[in-house]
Nanobody, 128 residues
Framework: QVQVSESGGGSVQAGGSLRLSCEAS??????????MGWWRQVPGKEREGVATFDGHGTIAYADSVKGRFTISRNNAKKMLYLEMNNLKPEDSATYFC????????????????????WGNGTLVTVTS
């Protein structure tokens, strides 16, 4: 079964940028056929979708990050990325990468509960 692992989190001042990376391993079929996406969670709150990228090339963003975050993927390298610009304190969270063997992704507004694989998360802290 596919496994994913995130990296790239850290602490940054408001207005700064970070790039998260997610490496997929052991996909059952080429990773291009997987839905992949980013979710985030703050302690005590529900997990929320940030951005998704399905196997057809369709991208979706949460309203809160539109215009600031960019999701991209390199299927040859089995990598998913999240470029985060103009970060705000409210973006502080643990960010999780997830993958699902499906042509289409769940709604980005969902908690992603149906995704097949989750990473351990990478912490992003934005200070004001």
């Amino acid at each position: 079964q596919v496994q994913v692992s995130e990296s790239g989190g850290g602490s940054v001042q408001a207005g700064g940028s970070l790039r998260l990376s997610c490496e997929a391993s052991r996909p059952q079929i080429p990773i291009a056929n997987y839905c992949m996406g980013w979710w985030r969670q703050v302690p005590g709150k529900e997990r929320e979708g940030v951005a998704t990228f399905d196997g057809h090339g369709t991208i979706a963003y949460a309203d809160s990050v539109k215009g600031r975050f960019t999701i991209s993927r390199n299927n040859a390298k089995k990598m998913l990325y999240l470029e985060m610009n103009n970060l705000k304190p409210e973006d502080s969270a643990t960010y999780f990468c997830a993958a699902e063997l499906a042509s289409y992704c769940p709604r980005v507004t969902s908690s992603g509960a149906g995704m097949d694989a989750w990473g351990n998360g990478t912490l992003v802290t934005v200070t004001s």
